[in-house]
Nanobody, 125 residues
Framework: QVQLVESGGGSVQAGGSLRLSCVVS????????MGWFRQAPGKEREGVAA???????SYADSVKGRFTISKDKAKNTLYVQMNSLKPEDTAIYYC???????????????????WGQGTQVTVSS
């Protein structure tokens, strides 16, 4: 049974930083795509950053230059380092995983089968 557990959310002031983590268990394949998504109240879930099993990455325009996605295979953990946070980054952040392979990952939530429970990020002005 595949499980994804996020952590690292919290409240910060604008301009601050947070690092989210997502620990994966129960996944036995070497090929995958993983991503970070977020959903703010009243808005649709949107892709933030993605990575494939080869390490290629993709980012939403709104976070390019501020967010960095990475993975530690030995720890079965996905990260996103979020710098220069803005109030509009406030949302519940989810990590996601799929067995498919897309170069650079995918920012389309429909491409992912497995999801974590989410962690809240709140950025105050």
């Amino acid at each position: 049974q595949v499980q994804l557990v996020e952590s690292g959310g919290g409240s910060v002031q604008a301009g601050g930083s947070l690092r989210l983590s997502c620990v994966v268990s129960g996944y036995a394949y070497d090929t995958y795509v993983m991503g970070w998504f977020r959903q703010a109240p009243g808005k649709e879930r949107e892709g933030v950053a993605a990575i494939d099993s080869e390490g290629s990455t993709s980012y939403a325009d709104s976070v390019k230059g501020r967010f960095t996605i990475s993975k530690d295979k030995a720890k079965n953990t996905l990260y996103v380092q979020m710098n220069s946070l803005k109030p509009e980054d406030t949302a519940i952040y989810y990590c996601a995983l799929d067995h498919s392979f897309v170069v650079g990952g995918s920012l389309d939530s429909g491409d992912f089968a497995y999801w974590g429970q989410g962690t809240q990020v709140t950025v105050s002005s």
